[in-house]
């Protein structure tokens, strides 16, 4: 596990924007595979965004031999809404949308269930060949995608009851007002995290340092479901000062 740490969002965000270029870079165009990308929502990733959109335009990256994949998605919100992980993408990250997948707000078709859906979002990742960049956020509880602690580090893709502390944290994009915030989301499990060939992890503010600290320096442990990124040998944590602060 690689950390590197900044003295701004920005520039953090910016040395996460400039590793994706990188390794879309060094794939490089081929007839038959693509770069396959997995990416979060919520406001850590807002700068990278906006730093891949401004590279794009610049004309120093082009996105049309990638597929992106998103980690989670509430349950229950039409892709219209505002705050669905769907409207998010289509606001902050300028792809055709035949290059992107995002888990279904509902079971799709309608007579599948939750279940099925998850399970065609896993054989979909693997009939990609298998995810190449898989960038993250980390909640303040130290949950990666949706796994919320005491998921088990094995977890697949799957629906998960959201934590009060998520739902909470998670009020400011929904007028806060807790109510708002869907109860359940489907996530990309641990087990299924783990299994991408690389991982990048940002974390930003001082709301993050106590699970900074604890996916980083405490044991591995499902209390801490960021913790599994110990496990794997291909990370890198970017933090600014603020995130990396508790760090002894
Ligand atoms: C969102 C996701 C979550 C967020 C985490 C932090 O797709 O996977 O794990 O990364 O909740 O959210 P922000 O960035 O809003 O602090």
């Not at 303040?140 to 739902?167: C, V, W, Y």
């Not at 993050?208 to 209390?223: I, R």
């Amino acid at each position: 596990m690689y950390l590197s740490t900044h003295s701004t969002p920005l520039e953090a965000s910016q040395e996460v924007a400039d590793l994706i270029i990188d390794r879309i870079k060094a794939f490089g165009p081929t007839q038959k595979k693509k770069f396959v990308m997995c990416l979060p929502t919520g406001s850590t990733p807002l700068l990278v965004y906006k730093e891949l959109a401004k590279k794009c335009r610049e004309g120093k990256i082009s996105f049309e031999h990638v597929i992106t994949i998103n980690l989670d998605e509430y349950v229950g919100l039409h892709p219209a809404h505002p705050q669905s992980y769907y409207h998010f993408m289509e606001e902050n990250f300028d792809i055709p949308p035949k290059q992107v997948h995002l888990l279904p707000f509902q079971p799709i078709p309608p007579h599948t269930t939750h279940t099925e859906s998850c399970a065609e979002y896993e054989s979909l990742i693997t009939s990609l060949g298998g995810i190449h960049l898989l960038f993250m956020g980390i909640g303040t509880n130290g949950h990666i995608a949706f796994n919320e602690p005491a998921s088990s580090l094995a977890s697949r893709t799957r629906m998960i009851k959201l934590d009060q502390d998520t739902r909470r944290a998670n009020s400011r994009f929904f007028e806060n007002s807790l109510s708002n915030v869907p109860t359940h989301a489907l996530t990309m499990g641990i087990g299924t995290i783990l299994e991408a060939q690389e991982i990048v992890l940002l974390a930003l503010g001082d709301g993050k340092a106590q699970a900074v600290k604890e996916a980083l320096q405490g044991g591995v442990n499902h209390l801490c479901p960021a913790s599994a990124l110990q496990l794997h040998e291909n990370v890198i944590i970017v933090t600014d000062n603020e995130a990396s602060k508790n760090l002894s």
